[in-house]
């Protein structure tokens, strides 16, 4: 019997034959935590070693800051400190300061991720590397302490669900609209603790930035892992920054055509309009155009989901198209998701030409994910934004957020109301 | 993890109830798990009292997806340093659901609650007996009664040995 | 007898010839209030009027937390522009790329002008007397009252002449020189007065460079502190004016000081301010090799493109050691120093580029330090735990000696590195 590709990957970390709905221990490649949640592990892993401990091996450990980059409370400054000083006791050469950007993009960029790498984080959104066929999850602080040890942790193997999709998108459509129509679907438990597995000629035709997007996403469906085996230009990019090591793990660890899935659902993009996550949960799904003119105060695109510089395109797209600025009393915000996509942005002249048009760029990093950081909402506001989430008060207490695609969310910038993006671009 | 019945007042949630609810993102700063519970349910309309008013031996009682987003252990910790015993759910989202076994937190796992929840067959200030070791619930409010079933076994070998730090010093301790 | 600036300035407005130590009662120009504006509105509201006395006379500038960082912020914002709504203020900089630091924007966009009486509800409005304004900072409280009567009590200074000659060493800029000036006269060495900056030197500096020296008044105690409005600045306002209500005024020769400074630029050295006061001078080789954990580039002190170039020079095709933020005083300037490929020289150095705005000066956010960190900043205030934890340490230097040491990681000679 054929195996899906989760199963292959845990079958590599485990070092023998495994069965879905096993619970196995597997070889961590890289465990990693974030300036959220990685003081907490390094306190943690002091107290119940006493201060003894040695991490299992130096380069298989990694730190991202990302939460507040740079910091804007004295909390998160000095858990930022504690995981400095930790970091250089340990050895700890890979510690990804405030100036490089939101942690998963980062160590993708970074060369650190290889198809079938077992990866832990504190982040619920570890998995969007899944866009390169790697196992990342999201977990807690005890999760990644246990890992520091022996460099192990235990998993169910999970069932696996295949999505297809093929078709190709209209214009003002992107793969974040079709996410945003799966979530709505399948709904906030659509995929529970499942792998999921993208196929179909939409998906082979994808670059990077959407698989990212798609497979981010997973997380607002409860889904264990979101999987693409890298192909054609996404391929080429890997093995550029990770090595040809990738080539072999795409050949050895892609699904058999025998594999068993528990649940095959088939999409098609052709007539797919612009979706929004109306407030407050990712599935209360809507097109655009049923809430189009409703009144929004601030825009804000970027996020682990959408802000690659192919994000920032497509809404430049759109402002280009326009000919016009931000709507009178908008506030506009991009923040890309990394250094180097920043750097994109200002060699393509983006960001002089957002800047006319009022629009205004922070510094890589999460920010617009909480009330604690740039872009937090007062109460009354009403926020569109390309992020993942927009559970009630998220980014500021009693306000509320629509999410949709980096094109929606620039033509309801532009317009100053909630605007399907084809309205502008034609 | 004792083998008890236990007896204490429910606190009743829907389905989807996310770790922004549980535990704000405002708060994620915080390190110390035991500072965690004054931030408990601050942002979910209706329960902003719940930090104040919990009390040790109270029940959280929820429907689908408990825990749902963040992969935070703090929306673990606020609970458990509450002094709330267990948490009764139909569902629980898996990071959060991994955190408790982590940290020795029972959970049950209790079929149709969910719809139980909606049809108000159990709701807030209940007074509930739980037998954690046989999965048995039983609202004293009302006489209904409800079956949680007990995790898996790895999970419970972790639980049992107090949480996945000390499950593995033992591991380590009996090569 | 010849008169002060201060004297002229006040004079006019008061429409009475005024001498220092009289108390004058004038209506202000351009009233500036950032953030602050949402409490001042507070206590405006207990005075019992409806009305600001006039709408065109208030200048709202967003830049202390921006974009709002918490959601406690973001109420406070919006509070401003519900203000700005009800009340029709029509100069309101919001969370927009036409923003920035308050005090830039109000010289960037023509409203420091000359010879007007200017006040802001921030203690560095001081800034504007580099176009020849007598500008001043006032408290929360007294700016309600000025908004609701469109009046304000001064007593007319005393003014002390600082006459400067020569010209800056390489590695040395106008920072050094306010930073001695500091570490000579103290903190309190020009309380209450109005300083005048005259002098050739003055006159060969750009009007950066005049903004950063009157910009640090308020740290030597100045009410004011002002340069001459000479050609350079009457080119640079014609423009732009947002009034034409200004006229160039200058003291008389013949001006009776209550104190008189003399220096030359070339006797200046790099130099900081060690912890926690501004007076607390060491020239550069006394601290020399400190370790660093953090570098700010920014402040309405030191942020603008000249500033930039400067630290530009030194980072370029070299990495920074520590975390280095840079925050350009405004979105103008971050969009200059985008087409002189600034930008790209810091982030190609790794240093975090922000946007425009007060970042963490005064410990709001964008880089706050924790416990035992020491950070080097160009801007002016190093006051214990101000950019954070009470336990850490800033050193306040120049832009250059702020890059230098950004690339060490340790407080560095900039004299060594150009």
Redesign the interface.
């Known amino acids: 019997m054929g195996k899906t590709m989760i199963e292959k990957i845990i079958r590599r970390a485990a070092g023998k034959e495994v069965k879905v709905g096993e619970r196995v221990w597997c070889n961590i490649d890289l465990s990693t935590a974030r300036d959220f949640g990685g003081a907490n592990c390094v306190l943690q892993f002091e107290e119940v070693t006493d201060k003894k401990g040695k991490v299992w091996d130096p380069d298989k450990v990694a730190f991202t800051f990302d939460l507040q980059a740079p910091s804007h409370s004295e909390k998160v400054s000095t858990n930022q400190k504690i995981i400095r000083e930790f970091a250089k006791k340990q050895g700890i050469k890979k510690v990804f300061d405030v100036d490089w950007g939101i942690g998963q993009h980062v160590l993708l960029e970074n060369g650190l991720v290889k198809p079938g790498d077992v990866i832990l984080g504190t982040d619920s959104h570890m998995n969007l590397l899944g866009a390169v066929g790697a196992f990342a999850t999201g977990v807690g602080n005890t999760d990644i302490v246990a890992s520091w040890f022996e460099g192990t942790n235990w998993f169910r193997v999970p069932e696996t669900m295949k999505i297809t999709v093929n078709g190709k998108f209209a214009k003002g459509v992107c793969m974040r609209d079709l996410l945003t129509h799966i979530v709505g679907t399948l709904g906030a438990d659509g995929m529970f603790f499942l792998s999921t597995e993208f196929y179909g000629d939409t998906i082979e035709r994808s670059s990077l930035s959407d698989r990212i997007t798609l497979c981010s996403m997973v997380t607002e469906m409860s889904g264990k892992i979101g999987l693409i085996m890298p192909n054609g230009k996404v391929l080429d990019w890997l093995v550029e920054r990770a090595g040809k090591e990738v080539v072999d793990r795409v050949k050895s660890l892609s699904a058999d055509p025998d594999a068993v899935y528990c649940q095959e659902l088939e999409f098609n993009v052709d007539n797919l309009e612009p979706m929004t996550s109306c407030p407050d949960a990712p599935d209360n799904v809507k097109k655009v155009r049923e809430v189009a003119g409703e009144h929004v105060d601030q825009v804000h695109i970027g996020s682990c989901s959408n802000g690659r510089f192919e994000d920032i395109s497509a809404a430049f797209e759109v402002l280009k198209a326009s000919k016009s600025k931000v709507a009178p009393g908008m506030r506009a915000i991009i923040t890309p998701a990394t250094r180097e996509v920043m750097l994109q942005c200002a060699e393509a002249g983006y960001i002089q030409k957002f800047l006319e048009a009022g629009v205004i760029f922070t510094n890589p990093t999460c920010a617009l994910c909480t009330a604690e950081h740039y872009g937090a909402l007062p109460s009354g506001d009403v926020g569109m934004s390309t992020t993942n989430r927009n559970f009630i008060g998220k980014v500021g207490k009693g306000s509320h957020t629509y999410l949709a695609s980096p094109m929606t969310a620039m033509a309801t910038a532009i317009r100053g109301k909630i605007t399907d993006p084809r309205d502008i671009l034609g | 993890m004792e083998n008890k019945v236990l007896r204490g007042k429910a606190w009743v949630f829907g ?2 109830i ?4 549980i535990y ?3 708060y ?4 110390d798990p035991r500072k965690m519970p004054q931030y408990s349910f601050e ?3 209706g329960k902003e009292n719940f930090a104040k008013e919990v009390k040790e031996g109270d029940f959280v009682v929820a429907g ?2 408990f825990g ?6 703090h929306a ?1 910790y606020c609970l458990k340093y509450a002094g709330v015993p267990v948490i009764l759910a139909e ?1 629980f ?3 959060y659901y ?2 408790a076994i ?2 020795g937190y029972p959970v049950l796992f209790v079929k149709g609650l969910s719809q139980a929840i909606k049809d108000g067959k159990i709701k807030d200030g209940d007074d509930l007996e739980v037998d954690l070791e046989k999965g048995e619930i039983r609202d004293l409010t009302n006489g209904n009664s409800f079956h949680g079933d007990a995790v ?4 419970m070998d972790i639980m049992k040995a107090g ?3 000390e499950y ?2 033992e591991k ?1 301790a009996s090569k | 007898m010849g008169k002060t600036f201060a004297e002229k300035v006040l004079g006019k407005a008061a429409g009475e010839s005024v001498s220092a130590g009289q108390v004058v009662i004038v209506e202000p120009h351009f009233c500036m209030s950032h953030d602050n504006a949402a409490p001042i509105w507070g206590t405006f509201k207990k005075i019992g009027v409806d009305k600001v006395w006039k709408p065109d006379h208030l200048v709202f500038i967003l830049d202390h937390a921006i974009p709002a960082p918490t959601d406690k912020h973001a109420e406070n914002h919006k509070q401003i522009r519900e203000v700005v709504k009800e009340q029709g203020i029509r100069y309101f900089y919001d969370v927009t790329s036409k923003g920035g630091v308050c005090h830039q924007i109000m010289c960037e966009e023509g409203f420091a002008l000359p010879g007007l009486v200017m006040v802001g509800s921030d203690s560095h409005t001081c800034t504007y007397g580099a176009f020849g304004a007598f500008s001043t900072g006032i408290g929360r409280s007294e700016m309600a009252a000025t908004w609701a009567t469109g009046q304000i009590w001064f007593r007319v200074p005393e003014s002390m002449k600082i006459t400067v000659k020569g010209k800056f060493n390489k590695g040395v800029s106008a920072k050094d020189l306010i930073l001695k000036i500091a570490g000579d006269i103290k903190a309190d060495g020009a309380d209450y007065m109005s300083i005048e900056f005259h002098g050739p030197a003055i006159e060969e500096m750009s009007l950066a460079e005049r903004m950063t020296l009157c910009n640090m008044g308020i740290e030597i105690g100045a009410k004011n502190a002002v340069c001459p409005p000479d050609q350079k600045v009457l080119d640079f306002i014609k423009p732009i004016a947002k009034t034409d209500e200004w006229e160039a005024m200058w003291a008389d020769e013949d001006a009776v000081y209550a104190q008189e400074l003399n220096y030359d630029l070339g006797d200046i050295e790099p130099c900081v301010a060690k912890p926690h006061t501004v007076d607390n001078y060491a020239p550069i080789g006394e601290v020399k090799g400190t370790p660093v954990h953090q570098a700010f580039l920014g402040s309405c002190t030191n942020a603008r493109i000249e500033d930039l170039r400067l630290a530009a020079d030194i980072l370029k095709d070299k990495e920074v050691a520590v975390r280095t933020i840079v925050i350009p005083a405004s979105w103008s300037v971050f969009r200059q120093a985008m087409k002189e490929g600034l930008i790209d020289v810091f982030l190609d150095a790794g240093c975090v580029i922000t946007n425009p705005g007060c970042g963490p000066c005064m410990g709001n956010h964008e880089g706050i330090l924790a416990p035992g960190e020491t950070c080097i900043s160009t801007a002016n205030r190093n006051f214990k735990g101000r950019m954070g934890n009470k336990e850490s340490n800033i050193y306040l230097a120049s832009p250059m000696t702020v890059a230098a040491s950004a690339l060490k990681g340790e407080i560095s000679d900039p004299r060594e590195v150009l």
């Open positions: 389905d989807d996310d770790t922004d609810l704000h993102n405002k994620l700063a915080e390190t942002y979910l309309p689908t997806n749902c987003g963040s992969s935070r252990e673990v569902s989202s898996r990071i991994r955190n982590n940290n898996a076994d790895l999970e949480g996945l730090i593995l010093k380590a």
